[in-house]
């Protein structure tokens, strides 16, 4: 379930912000909403299917619409208006309006568990786009990188997206929204790390295959003692972590090779199975195995926390007795495509040590309340303690079907459907009314600014036809007299203003209202 939550909290941005009379042709929508309940599946806890036709680009035009409205009284503001006038531009070339709709249903099954199906609804045409091709790449096929997964892996993510499409998003952004001066500053930093590594960004993606995954791994055989409260210490298995790319050269392995060259860093070379694994010493106080370890072998790159991870994923690969092999596995994902862009994997073994220590923990603290929020925690987001997800992702023409199990049920996902909605609110709420105080407040201090500029060019007129100099106290009657309506400016919140001597500055007695 916890998958689902970000999907949940942007669909319900989305949605809020989305103009309902986008679409006038309701045989559009008709077809849409048939279109994303072939994917699902009819008669279980849960049916969803929601149409976003437009919700992205009202989202956009809400936004240009409100920058729009600033007022323009410094350039910071005029750049960013003419910055909004470019995004509507950017995001349809690169794919972000092909967001069409979304559905979701839950099927429960004998064995307790839940048969999920989540359907994205794209627009064909932007299939091709630099956003979906890195998000999920192209045609589904059976991927290679899995038979890197070691056999105690207990939380993957593999994918078919391209990374260098995510490159040629940043490349076009930069095109898109910097000054030339932008554009030539951001071409000199990529110039000075291609000096330093030994290869050009450009280079470097395009030397990137198109999957890879990482994973979080759990030991079997050792386990490590994490500090708590009053002295004690708690077991848990022993972490790794792991991460490999497909590679088409070795310019990414030397973009790595060089800078540790150069900073003569201690490097430990081992071998297994051919290939040379390189570990970095790099004592930090932390309490699980550190020795970030990296090594080449058939054409992918592996990098991890340590060399046996790295040694563990390549006799896996080989022996082909990894993840993939175990019955766990198998029976998670029994009549999945093996042809795919990428799957979610959440052992239960996972969720039951995260379950145990986080109750050792507060136990440990003696602190009733914290054990007593832990379980209101545990039970608000569902955890169950052995709570297990299995998902395969596949690129469609019309869009990306996420089809698997998971121990959540129809009622605990449609129970966070609806405080997402609630959830994202107060988020934006949170970030919003900040950032609107902060806004008021910076506009009334460029007031408070132009009153005491006001005064300020006042004093100089009555100085200069009263023949006053320099240390002269002015007289504040004849000098309102050159300010229109004959009145001192207020302080828009609420300061009182200080004269000052003629060569002296006006003050305001509010703290960072003051004349540059």
């Given amino acids: 379930m916890r998958k689902l939550l970000p999907i949940l909290a942007v669909l319900s941005l989305t949605l809020a ?38 919700c992205v680009q009202t989202l956009v035009n809400h936004a240009s619409q409100f920058v729009a409205a600033l ?24 794919g972000f309006y092909g967001l069409q709709g979304f559905g979701m249903s839950v099927v429960p099954r004998a064995d307790g568990l839940n048969t999920v199906k989540e359907f994205v609804a794209r627009d064909r045409a932007a299939a091709e786009s630099p956003l979906w091709r890195g998000l999920v790449g192209g045609q589904p096929r059976v991927l290679q ?23 040629k998003l940043v490349r076009s952004g930069v095109a898109d929204f910097a000054t030339p001066a932008g554009i030539a500053a951001f071409e000199a930093q990529l110039s000075n790390l291609a000096t330093n590594m030994g290869a050009h960004p450009d280079k470097l993606f395009e030397s990137l295959g198109n999957e890879g995954f990482c994973s979080l791994q759990l030991s079997t055989n050792n386990t490590i003692e994490i500090p708590s409260a009053k002295g004690s210490t708690i ?14 050269d070795d310019t990414l392995l030397k973009a790595i090779e060089q800078p540790l060259t150069r900073a003569q860093l201690p490097v430990v070379k ?5 290939a040379k694994i390189s570990s970095i010493n790099l004592p930090m106080p932390i309490p699980f195995p550190f020795q970030p370890s990296y090594a080449v072998y058939a ?13 563990d994923a390549i006799k896996a690969f080989k022996g082909k007795n990894g993840l993939v092999a175990t019955p766990e596995y198998k029976k998670a994902f029994l009549g999945t495509p093996a042809a795919n862009n990428g799957i979610v994997y959440l052992s239960p073994r996972f969720t039951r040590t995260m379950t145990e220590f986080q109750t050792s923990m507060m136990a440990s603290s003696g602190d009733p309340s914290a054990t007593a929020m832990s379980s209101a925690m545990q039970k608000l987001f569902g955890a169950k303690g052995e709570e297990m997800s299995a998902f395969v992702i596949q690129n469609l023409p019309d869009g990306m079907l996420s089809t698997g199990l998971t121990s959540s049920g129809g009622k605990e996902i449609a129970g966070t459907l609806l405080l997402a909605p609630v959830a994202t ?30 005064i300020e060019a006042a004093k100089e007129q009555w100085a200069l036809a009263a023949a ?37 500055n006006v003050e305001c007695s509010i703290p960072g209202h003051v004349l540059p």
Avoid at 18 to 42: E, Q
Avoid at 270 to 274: H, L
Wanted: charged residues 15%.
């Fill in 17 to 54: 912000t989305c103009n309902t009379s986008y679409s006038a042709d309701p045989a559009a929508t008709r077809l849409r909403f048939n279109s994303i309940l072939t994917n699902l599946d009819a008669g279980g806890d849960l049916l969803l299917v929601l149409n976003l036709e437009g």
């Fill in 71 to 94: 007022p323009q009284d410094d350039n910071d503001t005029a750049m960013i208006q003419k910055t909004f006038t470019k995004i509507p531009g950017y995001l349809q070339r690169n």
């Fill in 145 to 167: 990188c899995t038979g890197f997964i070691p056999a105690d892996s207990v939380l993957v993510r593999t994918s078919a997206g391209e990374l260098s499409q995510f490159w």
């Fill in 468 to 504: 006053k100099k320099e240390g002269d106290q002015p007289d504040i009657p004849a000098v309102l007299e050159y300010i229109k309506g004959a009145k001192l400016p207020v302080c828009p919140q609420g300061g009182t203003y200080k004269i000052n001597a003629i060569g002296v």
């Fill in 425 to 454: 609110v107060g988020l934006m709420a949170a970030i919003a009314v900040p950032s609107f105080m902060k806004a008021r407040t910076t506009s009334q201090g460029h007031s408070c600014i132009n009153n005491m500029r006001q």
């Fill in 270 to 274: 081992t071998e297994c199975e051919s």
């Fill in 235 to 248: 077991k848990i298995p022993s972490p790794s972590f792991l991460m490999v790319l497909a590679v088409k």
């Fill in 299 to 311: 054409n992918f790159f592996l990098l991890g926390s340590t060399p046996e991870v790295l040694a």
